[in-house]
Structure formats: structure tokens, C-alpha cells
């Protein structure tokens, strides 16, 4: 074993390390003092604070910056002699000849960096005259949340750093020379002008209040902190929750997170002041006569008990449905669709998955066995080639997109399938922008190119799957020049794309809504997979499909049984063996037959099938498609349950609203879309009349004759991992920090990547799948020649319930309709002109913004906010297989308004 020497002392080496790094490992964080180290930025050197002398075997002694100089063996480092001694306190006097005094009154005094280091090095008084530039810099309260006093900047480059490195936007840099050396912003410009994403990685990084933000999130690290898991999008990032008297104050993130590595977007870490907005509901109200009045939880409860018990008993369980959330925890979904089937008798279960990623799941499951993703987001670290299917994950996924923006930056391989020219695009060396709805048209061309060219893993399709004869028969017959028009891709920019996937030795695929909110999206998440199979892209490091998951925990919902036809852990309810077995463990008798999906829901409703329906935290008449219709469903089903936050457009069709608890104020777990199981930690108390939704379930279920105990995480992931295969390892108690990754063996191991020696099927599938065009294009093109496409903007979450009512909502306010040049030409739209845009189903009036971002034809636009309520015009066609609403596909025509927007 190769040793180095610590003050004298000997200790182990590891390939790699720096003398800062090897120090640390051996003797903590204390012994050598940094200013321009930080644990998520590469070693820079600028500061040299944490010099240290070396002497070689030669005996030749030498200071160094110890962050970027490599430990070598048989090294003697010295870190605190008189020589360093004397360095350090050199260094720091001379900072703070350019640093105001002013301690005591500064928001970062008790958690400085500086004044920590200052300290350490014995600082006592600075013998050098004060600088007279950085005093007079302006402070910057421009923006929403990011603030910046730059008189307070010690010029260590940590936030320039951070924004290059971590988030790789390149907004900050450094002007000037000598004294006058300080950052800015953009071309010079405040913080709210310039291209800021709001991330606050600069502000975390920052060592003194030189950036910071409204939060002042730096001066309270030191208060109570608690760790949880991010609502919002499926990246899943930790949090580290700050708390005083009940009130949250800040939220950073923490550096030993393997999620998000001290990393994450505005709304994590900015968007959080929903949680005790005036808007909160904060008691039960039933409607009386057309109004909603408040109610206590008895009355509340007697009522839906009531009801639900004489549908039961008149009609039978079959008018009654749920639908529950990815909002809510892992337990809370399973105790959902438990009460559903055990309690109600049904299996009319459904979840936001559904109008998401349900194709996902069915296709992956039809090709894998497993509907969920085959590797972990770090694995495209040791990728050489990285695809991105129908996801723009800078907006969506902000901190897994950021990840894939700095390897494409570093020139890694990027292919990039998208009707819209996202920032991701502008880095990849192939961008097949394709028209909205031809995905099968353009992975079939791949496909055909890369049989064709003979770049196929003939070994692993002989060894590990079936029916590849047939499917390449299919796809060697395909007139790629039809495919070509139809897609209005070139053929040759496709087999590129082909080429630079099969021919790379780890390909690794992520894909999102804009695969699977199509009338084809399940047999296009088979054709990716398919893609990986072809080329032996499964099974082990660098590779893989890996879904982008939409909301917190759409996997997590999946995975408990939020569906109609599989129970928790995705078993078939119509297996009589698996129903038996589920029958066992729940102690009543189950339905045998699958239940509705949630346009089936619909369905049944406005035929009179539906009697009852209760909906926990999901805005189904603003997400889901065709509104209207959706409002019709809500009207004509006699008795509607709405479990909430907010008084949202659902709620305001309920018969009994239920104020329910946000993800700070109770305890469970999230699924990631990496399968990673994590914590929820209870932050803070439930806001006064609210309740955990797993304890509202709970007290149902009870009080409808099932004998539940009350929710607890420790005791429901006991239940779960009895009934759910890959839970089977999981406790509380083991998923420590960081989770585990599903599925879990009952001695605890998890897995990082799956189907390695084999498919959870046995072999992997090849079925082949001709394109089809979409019925909505077939039936109003001629009428209705635009195609809209819906997309998620970075600072507000699908209806933007939660993001609405907080800063978020000062930088984004409202929804624009994206559109070409040459079409707003057509129509004498000018940016910012209110523009009509009609479909087959309705009509809405939003905002233009002129963009090369999409072709001429195509259309984007958002549904964030409600005064817009863009699925007015949305169509009900889905996709063929798992019923997912195609939001990527609406015909609609356009033309300017004549309504002139009043400008307060």
C-alpha cells in the first residue's frame, strides 16, 4: 500500500487524490483552511490559502496549493509551519484590505467563510492601507430572489465557477484588472436583465454574502435544519430545510446528496412560500345549496362515508372510482389504492401517471419486463453517446438537464429528437427536428439504418432476445422515403444520428412527455428500447432507457398500484394466482376485472356509469385534456371528493373539498425516476386544519369498516415491502440518506443498474410497429392546418398550482404561444400581440413570442396558468395502448385578436 506523510504521521494513498482531498479523507475538513475550495466545483488554486509545504524523498522542501496538486508517495506535507503560518495570514490581510469591517451587521456573521478562515490563521488587525473599489459597489436587488453585494466579494471565483461547472449557464464572469477586478452579470447587467436561471448555485457557493438571495439563505444554515426530498419534477433532488419557530426560512442543498450533489432549480430551493400562503385550505367545506360552506372533519367524514356506502350498496362498486397523486407519498398512493380495491371493491384506480408515462411503463414492461428505468443518471458521466428523446430537461428536469448540458459541452456525443429547438439542441451534434407526432416514423428510420448498415450486436439479440427475424423483416420493407416526408427529417441526418448511436461504445437514451403524450407513444418507448437491444445497450454502465419522469413521484405512484389493472408492485389483478395472494394479505375479496383509466373515468361518468368519484391532489380540469369535457364528467357524477392544498379548477366542482398537507409538513417516501427510494421528512407541523392525506385515508377506511392503523412510514413500508416484490429490503431505518434503488433484496442490496445478465421477461422483445398518423391530424389538418405542442417551463410545474403562489410567478406571469416568423408574418402577429388559436374543441386567447425555437406549422404553448386554460382546446384522442392523452398533437388554426391587452 502506498503511504504519504501527514505532519510526520503516515497514511494510505488512493489513486487520484489531491493533497487537499487526501488530508481530508485522513484528518477532516478542519486541517487545511480554503477559500476558493468548494465540494462541487473542480480544484482551482486561486486563493492559495490552503498551501501547505511538501518535501520530496530528494529533501528539497516547497509550498503548493494543495486543492489541485496531486499527493505522491513517500511525500512529507507540513500543514501548519511557521512558513505556511505566515502565507496564510499574508493572504487573508490582504483580502481584507478590499472587504468591509463590518462583521457584526453583515446577514452571513456567524457563518462566513472568510471570518471562519480569518480566524484559523490568527487575524488580529491588517497591516496593509484599505482598498477604496469593491466599498463602493452597488448592491443588487433587482431580481425576485437573487441579491448580490458586491463590496463583500473576495474575487475567489466560486460563483463564476458555479454557474460554468454546476449549472453550466456562463452568466457570471470577471471584468477588470488589479483592484478593480468584480463580477458581473451577463454584459454588466443586474441580476433580474441578465440570463439568470435562479438556480442559486452561485449564492451557495459564495463563501461571504457577496451573492446571496432574498432568503438570505446563507446566515440561517446554522438553525434547524431537516432533510427532505423536492415536490416538484423526478429528479428527486435532497433538501436541506431550515426552520425557526415553525417557520421555514431557507432551503440549500445538501453536497453529499448522490441525487443532485449540492445542486438544484429555483423551484426547490426558491418556491416554497406556497406552503403557508393565504390561499392554503384550511378546513373541510361541503357544498350546500351551491356554495361551499366550512365543515368540521366529522361532518366531512360522515358525509363521505355516507355516500360512498349507499353507492356501494345501490349501484355497486364499479360506479364508484379514485384517482390519487405523484404528489403524495409512496405510502399515501399505496393506502389509496388499497382502500379502492379492499374498501370500495373496485379496481377504478387510476393516477397522474396515466396522462404522462403510462406508456412508458407498458412499453418498457412489453419489451424489458420492468417499466421503469434500466440504469442511474450518473451513468451518463461514462457515457460516449447521450440521446434525448422528446424531453427538454433544462426546464423540466432542471438539475439531470444541467448534468447533460456540461457533458455535452465537454463534446460528448448528444442526439436530440424534438419539434422544438430546445437548449439542449443548440449543443447536439444531431438535432432531428421532427414533426410533433412521427416519432415511430423517425426510430423506425434509425432502425432501418442501423440493421441496414450492419451495425447491430448480433450477439447480444441472439443471446438475450426474440423475434428479431421477423422485426427486421418488417423494418428492412419500410419506404424510408415516405418516412422522410412524413417526419420532414432527412434521411441522411437520420442515419447519422444512427450511426453516431450504434457506433458509440456506451449509448445512453433519456426520454420524456414528448415520447409518450402521443396516440403512439407505447409502441415509441418500445422502439427505444428496441434501439438499445439492437445494439447491445442494456445491462450495464453508460447505458440504457431512462425515463424523465414528470412529477415527483410518478414512479413511486406506479410502482404501489396506482393503476387499473396491476396492484401493487405491477401484479395483475386479473391473474386469479396474484389475486389470491393479494386476497391473503388484505383479508377480503377482491374484483376480478381491470377498472377505468381516468379518460375511461370520464367516459363512464357522462354515461351515467359513474356515481362517485375522489381525486387527491391532481387538477384534472386544468391538466387534463379537452377541459370542458372534463368539466361535463365532474357535473354529471353525483358526489365528487376533492383532497387539496388549494382551491383549485377541481375543486371548485367538488362536493366535498378536503384541505390536505404539503410535503414539508409530513413524513414517507418518494421514487425517483432513477428508482431511487428516498426519505420525505417531516419539516414542519401540519398547518392548523389539515391533515397528512395518509392519515385522511387512513380515517376512511376506518370508519368504512377496514381496520387500518394509523399512517406512519415505518409501518406502511413494513406493509409494502410484505406485498410488493422489489420493496422487499426496504425499511425506513435502511434507506438512510441517500435511498436505496428498487428493487431491494431482503439483506438490503439494492441496484444501481438492472436487466444485466437477463430481462425481468426472461429475453427482450422486438415487435414491430408501423407509423400511423394521428386522428387528430387525419380528421381537422385541412380545417385546422397548425400543430400545437405543450411544453413545461423551467419556473412553474404543469398547472403551476404550488410555483403560482410563490417569486416564481414575478420572473415567468404568464403563458406564451410560441411561433415562427414566417407564420406570425401570415397572420400580422407581432410579439406580444394576444392571438386566438381554435381547435375542433374551443377557443383561447395567448400571448405571442416570436422564436426560431419551432418550424413554420408548429406551435408551442404552455398551461401553467388558468386565466389561459389551454386545454380548452386540447383533443381526448390518445395513445392506442395505455390511454395517455396526446397533448404533444392538437390541430388548430390561428389569427390575431382583436382585444388590446390593458397594461396596468
Not at 617 to 629: A, Y
Not at 793 to 809: A, D, F, K, P, Q
Request: aromatic share 8%; with cysteine; hydrophobic share 35%.
Amino acid at each position: 500500500m502506498k503511504t504519504a506523510y501527514i505532519n510526520n504521521r503516515p497514511y494510505a494513498i488512493q489513486n487520484g487524490e489531491s493533497i487537499l482531498a487526501f488530508t481530508r479523507r485522513n484528518l477532516g475538513n478542519k486541517l487545511i483552511p480554503t477559500l476558493c475550495d468548494a465540494p462541487n466545483l473542480e480544484a482551482f488554486g486561486s486563493c492559495r490559502v490552503c498551501s501547505v509545504d511538501i518535501q520530496n524523498g530528494d529533501g528539497t522542501t516547497r509550498t503548493v496549493a494543495s486543492c489541485h496538486t496531486p499527493v505522491n508517495e513517500g511525500q512529507h506535507i507540513f500543514t501548519n509551519s511557521e512558513n505556511i503560518k505566515r502565507l496564510r495570514k499574508n493572504i487573508i490581510e490582504l483580502v481584507l484590505t478590499d472587504h468591509p469591517l463590518d462583521c457584526l451587521t453583515c446577514e452571513v456573521n456567524g457563518n462566513c467563510e472568510l471570518q471562519d478562515v480569518a480566524a484559523q490563521v490568527g487575524i488580529r488587525e491588517v497591516r496593509y492601507p484599505q482598498g477604496a473599489n469593491h466599498l463602493n459597489r452597488k448592491k443588487d436587488l433587482s431580481h425576485p430572489y437573487m441579491t448580490s453585494d458586491l463590496s463583500k466579494c473576495i474575487n475567489c471565483y466560486r460563483c463564476v465557477r458555479a454557474c460554468d461547472e454546476v449549472q453550466g449557464e456562463m452568466v457570471l464572469s470577471m471584468a477588470g484588472r488589479g483592484f478593480d477586478a468584480h463580477i458581473i452579470k451577463g454584459v454588466d447587467q443586474t441580476f433580474n436583465d441578465s440570463d439568470c436561471v435562479s438556480c442559486g448555485a452561485c449564492a451557495q457557493a459564495c463563501p461571504t454574502s457577496a451573492i446571496s438571495d432574498v432568503f438570505q439563505s446563507k446566515s440561517v444554515v446554522g438553525k434547524d435544519k431537516t432533510r427532505t426530498v423536492c415536490t416538484y419534477c423526478g429528479v428527486g433532488c435532497n433538501l436541506d430545510v431550515a426552520v425557526e419557530d415553525t417557520k421555514i426560512l431557507s432551503i440549500q442543498a445538501p453536497f453529499d446528496a448522490e441525487v443532485n450533489h449540492g445542486h438544484t432549480c429555483l423551484k426547490g430551493r426558491y418556491a416554497f412560500r406556497f406552503y403557508n400562503h393565504p390561499d392554503r385550505l384550511r378546513t373541510p367545506l361541503i357544498r350546500r345549496n351551491g356554495k361551499f360552506e366550512e365543515a368540521t372533519w366529522e361532518e366531512a367524514y360522515d358525509l363521505i362515508v355516507e355516500k360512498l356506502t349507499a353507492y356501494k350498496h345501490d349501484f355497486g362498486a364499479d360506479f364508484i372510482a379514485g384517482i390519487s397523486s405523484s404528489r403524495c407519498t409512496n405510502e399515501e398512493n399505496y393506502l389509496m389504492q388499497k382502500f379502492i380495491r379492499a374498501v370500495i371493491g373496485t379496481n377504478n384506480i387510476d393516477g397522474c401517471a396515466r396522462v404522462c408515462h403510462s406508456p412508458t411503463a407498458l412499453g418498457m414492461q412489453r419489451t424489458f419486463g420492468t417499466g421503469a428505468a434500466t440504469n442511474s443518471v450518473v451513468d451518463m458521466e461514462i457515457a460516449d453517446c447521450l440521446m434525448i428523446i422528446g424531453a427538454n430537461p433544462t426546464d423540466a428536469h432542471p438539475v439531470t438537464g444541467a448534468r447533460l448540458k456540461q457533458q455535452a459541452m465537454k463534446g460528448k456525443a448528444l442526439i436530440v429528437l424534438d419539434p422544438r429547438r430546445t437548449e439542449l439542441a443548440r449543443f447536439a451534434q444531431h438535432h432531428l427536428q421532427l414533426r410533433p407526432g412521427t416519432n415511430v416514423a423517425v426510430l423506425n428510420m434509425m432502425i432501418h439504418f442501423i440493421i441496414k448498415d450492419g451495425l447491430v450486436d448480433q450477439n447480444f439479440i441472439d443471446t438475450r432476445t426474440e423475434g428479431y427475424e421477423d422485426f427486421k423483416a418488417a423494418i428492412l420493407e419500410l419506404d424510408i422515403n415516405q418516412l422522410e416526408a412524413v417526419s420532414g427529417v432527412p434521411a441522411e441526418q437520420v442515419r447519422s444520428a444512427a450511426h453516431a448511436y450504434a457506433n458509440a461504445k456506451n449509448a445512453m437514451s433519456f426520454h420524456g412527455l414528448g415520447v409518450t403524450e402521443h396516440s403512439q407513444g407505447t409502441f415509441a418507448v418500445m422502439q427505444i428500447a428496441e434501439l438499445a437491444m439492437l445494439t447491445g445497450n442494456v445491462g450495464r454502465p453508460g447505458v440504457g432507457v431512462n425515463p424523465l419522469r414528470g412529477q415527483n413521484n410518478v414512479q413511486g405512484s406506479a410502482d404501489m398500484g396506482v393503476q387499473p389493472h396491476q396492484g401493487a408492485g405491477y401484479l395483475d389483478v386479473t391473474n386469479p394466482d396474484i389475486r389470491k395472494k393479494y386476497e391473503a394479505f388484505y383479508g377480503v375479496q377482491l374484483p376480478a376485472h381491470v377498472g377505468y383509466k381516468i379518460p375511461e373515468m370520464f367516459d363512464a361518468a357522462l354515461e351515467g356509469k359513474l356515481k362517485a368519484i375522489w381525486i387527491i391532489g391532481e387538477d384534472v380540469v386544468q391538466t387534463d385534456p379537452n377541459t370542458q369535457k372534463v368539466i361535463n364528467a365532474l357535473e354529471a357524477t353525483d358526489f365528487v371528493v376533492v383532497q387539496e392544498l388549494f382551491m383549485t379548477e377541481t375543486a371548485k366542482y367538488a362536493d366535498v373539498i378536503l384541505p390536505a398537507s404539503s410535503f414539508l409538513e409530513k413524513n414517507g417516501t418518494f421514487t425517483n425516476g432513477e428508482r431511487r427510494v428516498q426519505r420525505v421528512n417531516q419539516v414542519i407541523e401540519p398547518l392548523a386544519g389539515t391533515k397528512p392525506d395518509g392519515q385522511i385515508i387512513v380515517e376512511i377506511m376506518n370508519r368504512m369498516g377496514y381496520d387500518q392503523p394509523d399512517y406512519t412510514p415505518e409501518g406502511m413500508l413494513e406493509e409494502i415491502s410484505q406485498i410488493v416484490p422489489f420493496f422487499a429490503g426496504i425499511s425506513w431505518e435502511k434507506l438512510g440518506k441517500n435511498g436505496l434503488q428498487w428493487p431491494v433484496s431482503a439483506d438490503g442490496k439494492d441496484s444501481k443498474i438492472i436487466h444485466i445478465d437477463t430481462f425481468k421477461r426472461g429475453k427482450g422483445a422486438f415487435q414491430f410497429h408501423d407509423f400511423s398518423e394521428s386522428e387528430e391530424i387525419e380528421t381537422y389538418s385541412l380545417e385546422y392546418p397548425y400543430i400545437l405542442t405543450t411544453n413545461r417551463e423551467l419556473e412553474h410545474y404543469n398547472c403551476g398550482t404550488m410555483t403560482r403562489r410563490t417569486s416564481n410567478v414575478d420572473i415567468l406571469t404568464e403563458d406564451w404561444l410560441l411561433i415562427n416568423q414566417y407564420d406570425a408574418d401570415q397572420h400580422a402577429i407581432s410579439d406580444g400581440d394576444m392571438v386566438v388559436m381554435e381547435s375542433a374543441r374551443g377557443q383561447i386567447e395567448v400571448k405571442a413570442k416570436i422564436t426560431d425555437e419551432v418550424k413554420p406549422g408548429i406551435l408551442s404553448s404552455t398551461f401553467h396558468f388558468p386565466e389561459i386554460m389551454m386545454n380548452m382546446i386540447t383533443s381526448d384522442v390518445s395513445d392506442s395502448e395505455a390511454k395517455c392523452p396526446e397533448y404533444k398533437v392538437v390541430a388548430v388554426r390561428i389569427r390575431k385578436s382583436e382585444k388590446v391587452e390593458v397594461v396596468n
